[in-house]
């Protein structure tokens, strides 16, 4: 069972990092008006991509973006990110092993 525990909180801990790195290519291309991306970053941004947008894209029908004017504010990557925190908790304190 601690090997299971471990396993999971791994890879927890990888979306985590994948998340945040979407969150940071997302903030750079939103900020950055004539960011041209070299094609490593591309993958890499393509990967990240990939591995978080099925639960992000989830979210979004159920959590609709907060508009403020000209602005919308995306909440689901916040709360991806807050749920996979409570669940890295829950997984790491209550799960024998």
Request: hydrophobic share 60%; charged share 15%.
């Amino acid at each position: 069972m601690a090997l299971v525990k471990t396993i999971l909180l791994l890879a927890i801990n990888l979306f985590i990092l994948a998340l945040i790195g979407r969150i940071l290519i997302e903030m750079i291309v939103s900020f950055s008006r004539n960011f041209r991306a070299p094609s490593w970053f591309t993958r890499c941004a393509e990967l990240l991509f990939v591995v978080t947008d099925p639960a992000v894209k989830a979210l979004r029908r159920i959590i609709p973006p907060l508009r403020m004017n000209n602005v919308s504010l995306d909440l689901s990557v916040l709360v991806l990110y807050i749920g996979l925190q409570f669940l890295y908790v829950l997984v790491a304190n209550y799960l024998p092993g």
